[in-house]
């Protein structure tokens, strides 16, 4: 037996290697949950507050991730990674001052880091010290001339000095250096707008949105130059365009229910006025845009309530006085028209205002900053009181790991789990024999499920899992041989596997193996916690060629003793995908949709293998297959295949 104090050491381990796998399967909840464990029994280290720091920066818990990286610092105060943490949490939060002084700190540790450097450049620019920003950059440029981006970041710095000759002449170079930055092409298009040049604004940021598309901002900049050389149709769709990606965009909303109001389309534009004071209740322009829009549209009582909530703010607002006087005496409200009347006459003699004032093409072209609130310039578009660009921190941590571009992976193999298969379209469960086979013999207190689906675990769910594994190890000690044990070493095994604990579940699938090597569940099971493992181990830079071997050794079994499994065959196909071994992978998958021609999973992965060997019009049938099963990320893939960016 090893001393206590080895297995003790043994189990800190063994909890920091299943706290980094959820953390590398982005299960950030279940590595808080591990890196908890491991803090309650040695929380003089300093890794596992630098790691649950780490998850609580992708769950967009800044402040918890900066006090993480703190009581990392005081632990070990000689780690830059952890300082570049905490300066990113910092900038989150838009702290730049304090994120300043930790990139001082990690700059002085790793001065041969360009990200440290860069990002100190952006925060000097966003505290206004436009001065030792445009030194960094010099810095940066004499150390990494080939960095287009520093050039951009220098122009944009020039910009903010309102210095557009020198901003344009920066973001030249930087284009010459790489005409494919999204955010070179949006800082120039800035330089546009304020020019007033609306169509080179406008294919400047054609530019930017075909290289970024999902980019809000750049689709209401180019509304606005759209409008100012009168493409309102083009307007329109850019408008629709940033709601559907931001359903809540103020911006988006309010300037889209001004050109509907131009065009006539008075009710939609009602629509998006009601959004906007929903968002904003004490936004008065929007209220009396509304106002004027119920008072076309005959509802004067709605009108009239709007006009007043106005006019209780602005009490001088002459237009809203005309507007009210106007409704009452349609309604016959003689009075109350009069009062307005007469005090719009006392006010301005000199003055012939009774007639509501006209649009004109020219009215919609002007703009008006955010924080405005002048109420003559209800009718004008609204634009940010500052143009910005969306800037990419470099770093490490700079996003979440779940944003990666959907072009990137294959469908996740398929395992047994106690979590049900979910795809976001199709909730019917797939069906395993085998699966269904052992949860009628042994009828198992958790139901066991056939999945593929990325399940990530939230604080009830990995309590309740940990609770399973006590009780199931509680169990098997009480039990009188290995043979009857093995049901209930099984289902340990599928609780480690959910928990992401590869290394206990596969010990566990092991001994299965031992005494009943032809269990299909327990190979299956084992090489896809191989596979997992694999994947973790090669990130960090390990030779996995042995394990890997194992892996298909135990898939492989598998598939001799059940041939007809179309599920096995899958899974052997993105293990050979993964090496690169793209034509066994492809037969693989052919093989599996030959056993079930309605299995989705595999024709997306089969086109995603088609598509990395080469072959775009095989591809781009299978992932047309996928999404017609339901897969609705093929559709996106198919744009990337086939190289159209619209």
């Keep these: 037996m090893l001393p206590l104090s080895m297995r003790a050491q043994y189990n800190i381990d063994r909890l920091?290697?299943?706290?980094?796998?959820?953390?590398?399967?982005?299960?950030y909840v279940l590595s808080i949950q591990y890196f908890n464990q491991i803090?309650?029994?040695?929380?003089?280290?300093?890794?596992?507050?630098?790691?649950?720091?780490?998850?609580?920066?992708?769950?967009?818990?800044?402040?918890?991730?900066?006090?993480?990286?703190?009581?990392?610092?005081?632990?070990?105060?000689?780690?830059?990674e952890i300082y570049d943490l905490r300066a990113i949490c910092r900038i989150r939060q838009q702290h730049y001052e304090d994120a300043i002084a930790d990139y001082d700190v990690a700059i002085r540790m790793g001065p041969s880091v360009q990200s440290y450097r860069?990002?100190?450049?952006?925060?000097?620019?966003?505290?206004?010290?436009y001065d030792r920003a445009l030194l960094e950059t010099d810095t940066i440029i004499r150390r990494w001339s080939s960095s287009a981006n520093t050039y951009t970041l220098k122009a944009e710095i020039y910009l903010q000095m309102e210095d557009t000759v020198k901003a344009t002449e920066w973001l030249d170079k930087s284009i010459e250096l790489n005409p494919y930055d999204a955010g070179t092409w949006t800082t120039r298009a800035f330089i546009s707008l304020s020019r007033q040049n609306w169509r080179d604004a406008d294919e400047q940021l054609s530019k930017a949105i075909h290289l970024k598309p999902k980019t809000v901002g750049n689709y209401l900049n180019r509304a606005v130059a759209r409008v100012n050389y009168n493409n309102l149709r083009g307007a329109m769709d850019d408008y629709d365009m940033a709601i559907d990606l931001d359903p809540t965009n103020f911006l988006g909303h309010y300037n889209r229910g001004l050109l509907r109001m131009q065009l006539g389309d008075d009710n939609r534009a009602i629509a998006d006025f009601d959004f906007v004071v929903k968002m904003e209740p004490d936004n008065f322009l929007a209220i009396f845009n509304?106002?004027?829009?119920?008072?076309?549209?005959?509802?004067?009582?709605?009108?009239?309530?709007?006009?007043?909530?106005?006019?209780?703010?602005?009490?001088?607002?002459?237009?809203?006085?005309?507007?009210?006087?106007?409704?009452?005496?349609?309604?016959?409200?003689?009075?109350?028209?009069?009062?307005?009347?007469?005090?719009?006459?006392?006010?301005?003699?000199?003055?012939?205002?009774?007639?509501?004032?006209?649009?004109?093409?020219?009215?919609?072209?002007?703009?008006?900053?955010?924080?405005?609130?002048?109420?003559?310039?209800?009718?004008?578009?609204?634009?940010?009181?500052?143009?910005?660009?969306?800037?990419?921190y470099k770093s490490e941590y700079r996003g979440h790991v779940q944003n990666r571009l959907v072009a990137s992976?294959?469908?996740?193999?398929?395992?047994?789990?106690?979590?049900?298969?979910?795809?976001?379209?199709?909730?019917?469960?797939?069906?395993?024999?085998?699966?269904e086979q052992f949860n009628t013999l042994h009828s198992p207190s958790c139901r066991l499920y056939l999945t593929c689906s990325r399940n990530n675990l939230g604080q009830e769910q990995s309590d309740a899992f940990f609770a399973l594994i006590d009780t199931l190890s509680a169990q098997i000690d009480r039990t009188q041989n290995i043979r009857e044990s093995l049901p209930l070493v099984m289902q340990r095994a599928i609780a480690y596997s959910v928990t992401q604990d590869y290394s206990s579940a596969i010990n566990d699938l092991t001994v299965v193996l031992a005494n009943d090597s032809a269990s299909v569940l327990a190979s299956w099971q084992r090489a896809v916690c191989q596979t997992k493992m694999n994947d973790y181990n090669s990130s960090a830079g390990n030779d996995v060629h042995l394990q890997v071997r194992r892996a298909t050794d135990d898939i492989?079994?598998?598939?001799?003793?059940?041939?007809?499994?179309?599920?096995?065959?899958?899974?052997?196909?993105?293990?050979?995908?993964?090496?690169?071994?793209?034509?066994?992978?492809?037969?693989?998958?052919?093989?599996?949709?030959?056993?079930?021609?309605?299995?989705?999973?595999?024709y997306y992965n089969r086109g995603i293998a088609y598509s990395d060997a080469g072959k775009k019009e095989e591809a781009v049938q299978d992932l047309s297959k996928a999404g017609e099963l339901g897969i609705y990320d093929a559709y996106s893939i198919i744009k990337r295949v086939t190289g159209d960016k619209k």
């Design 556 to 602: 492989t079994h598998a598939i001799a003793i059940d041939a007809k499994n179309q599920y096995l065959y899958y899974d052997r196909g993105c293990m050979r995908a993964a090496q690169r071994n793209y034509e066994a992978a492809i037969a693989d998958f052919t093989q599996a949709i030959a056993l079930d021609p309605l299995f989705a999973e595999a």
């Design 290 to 392: 509304r106002g004027v829009l119920n008072d076309r549209t005959g509802n004067l009582r709605e009108a009239i309530r709007d006009y007043t909530t106005v006019i209780d703010q602005f009490p001088n607002f002459w237009t809203g006085l005309a507007n009210r006087a106007s409704c009452y005496r349609r309604l016959g409200m003689k009075n109350q028209a009069e009062l307005d009347e007469f005090r719009i006459l006392k006010a301005q003699m000199d003055k012939h205002i009774g007639i509501q004032p006209r649009w004109s093409k020219e009215t919609l072209k002007k703009t008006r900053k955010r924080s405005e609130i002048d109420p003559e310039k209800y009718n004008q578009l609204v634009v940010e009181d500052e143009p910005t660009v969306e800037h990419e």
């Design 39 to 80: 803090i309650s029994l040695k929380p003089h280290l300093y890794l596992p507050w630098h790691l649950r720091g780490v998850a609580k920066y992708y769950l967009d818990d800044y402040v918890g991730a900066e006090s993480d990286a703190t009581e990392a610092l005081e632990r070990n105060p000689y780690v830059k």
């Design 118 to 129: 860069f990002n100190r450049a952006i925060c000097l620019m966003n505290i206004k010290d």
């Design 409 to 435: 992976s294959y469908m996740p193999m398929f395992e047994v789990s106690y979590l049900p298969y979910l795809n976001g379209v199709n909730t019917a469960q797939v069906f395993d024999h085998n699966i």
């Design 16 to 27: 920091l290697t299943s706290g980094q796998m959820a953390l590398h399967y982005e299960d």
